[in-house]
């Protein structure tokens, strides 16, 4: 998403657009969305009274009209703040707003008013190879002299999958250039890659897109091992569109909120797994990820926190990759037995369903009884002489990598993945 935006317009509620007031709609990236207004959304005439209106009364929805003529729906709306100066017959309003909806109005954030969500992700052309502009160097004898593209222009990847009864994932990928072959100085070369989410089942909320889209995008987050955010969000109702030669062209709405631990870097990333490497098995493989998403949040959510980039290693990285692994075995492994199951027993489970199939777990040479002994030190706050096996420092680090790569092997396994398709993935990572 951009850096910084502005929308000046009239702004108003659903119910009340006779009352429209001047203001500008700020976003900054990271950081906020806003509106401010030159004026009050209220009824009342006295700038006194609209001062001291309770604030709880804020309004969820807020409409507006921009200065391109665009309609603009603004979700989740809080007053932030409002100032009034008794020698003016006008007061400041201040909102803060969760979601900016652009394109259309809708009534409220459960109106069902979409069939489609289209998402860019900066990592997706990395991940869904082969892509569609080939690359090679040529030369004899492993010297390299030229470097050859290859651009299809009319050609584009498209796979679908359902992925449950009210949902299908379309994955799309284009090539294109720019520029001329008589003016060579100047061409630019393009390729995106993006993913798309359509209700089989009619009209859904904006809500229902977002959670289907962020599942999909928490599933290139394990394949990348990169927490990853998307960098453009469109809707799409199939009843808003316009006719050109004969065929439909819907309208998009563009949707912008907060997300601050976004990472647009381009860079690139050595990836977990790649398409082409699960082509045969990634539909049964997506729905099942879909299918255990409720059951699996907890658990995906502590992995993604301990696979994003950090400065500085402290020990709740290490503990929060503890837990999770402690939570995968209740939840997914041991959720029929009953009595105390204690964290060495949950992790010798584990530690066996993998080391006979998966070398790097096999040759780990993981000591339970270390983990067990850090775990007690770090979590539970007992004198370090009654925990003789725990560690620290790099140590501790390595400790955790390793913990890490087994959390890795339990959710393959779980959405799918053979023990062999694992233990190829882990040998190349």
Known sequence: MEESREFKGIWY????RDNA???ILYYRKKEFIRLELIGSLSNQDNPMKIFFEDEFGSPQIIYGESSDAKKITLISCHKRGQSL????TFPLT?????????GSHISNKS????????????????WLIPTLIEDRFIGEND???DYELKIPLNQKTNIEVEINSNFKLSLISRSSFSGSINYPEVLKINQFTLFEIESINGKVSLPELLDQSYLFIHFVSLASLTKQEPTEIYLYDYDDFQTYNGENVFNHNEIIYIIRNEN???EKINLLFKYNKIETEFPEIIKKWYSVSNDLAPIRNHLFNSIQRKSVFTSLDFLIVVQA????HRRFVSFQKKGRITLKDRLEDLIQIYSSDVLKIKNSNLIVQVVVDTRDYFSHFFARNTKPNLVEGIELLELTMMLRLLLICCVLDLIGFTKQKINNIVERF
């Not at 509620?13 to 009340?16: A, F, H, S, T």
């Not at 201040?94 to 652009?102: A, K, N």
């Open 143 to 145: 010297l390299p002299s």
């Open 94 to 102: 201040s909102f803060d707003c969760q979601y900016i909806v652009i």
């Open 21 to 23: 007031v001047a203001g």
């Open 264 to 266: 647009l870097n381009n």
């Open 325 to 328: 692994l402690e939570g995968y």
């Open 111 to 126: 109106e069902k008013c979409f069939n489609k969500i289209k998402v860019k992700i900066p990592v997706l052309s990395q």
């Open 85 to 88: 100066n008794l020698s003016c």
């Open 13 to 16: 509620l659903p119910k009340n």
